[in-house]
């Protein structure tokens, strides 16, 4: 597997979905976690879809892939967290 181009494959058809193949919503309000806007959150119909950037293939950096996996983590619970008495279900992507 080539990190790049699942790097490109993440953002060509996730990563910015909302805005490259969506008109603005007006049901719900996508959301981006504050230095990693490739992860997105929103809440549609009581369903909860998260989507994080996992880190992936090699191994360049250990602080760097604990650092993101704990912030991806945060990212996870503290949208549950927000939108808890408002879903019924949550659906999670993960890519790496």
Not at 40 to 69: C, K, P, S
Not at 78 to 94: A, D, L, M, W
Request: proline content about 3%.
């Amino acid at each position: 597997p080539s990190p790049d181009q699942a790097w490109t494959n993440w953002m060509t058809y996730l990563g910015k979905y909302d805005t490259q193949y969506w008109d603005k919503p007006s049901l719900y309000t996508v959301q981006r976690q504050k230095g990693q806007g490739e992860n997105f959150a929103f809440v549609h119909h009581r369903v909860a879809y998260i989507g994080v950037n996992m880190v992936g293939g090699f191994l360049h950096d250990q602080d760097e892939w604990n650092t993101r996996h704990e912030s991806n983590l945060r990212w996870i619970r503290n949208r549950v967290e927000k939108y808890y008495e408002n879903v019924e279900i949550v659906v999670i992507f993960g890519h790496a």
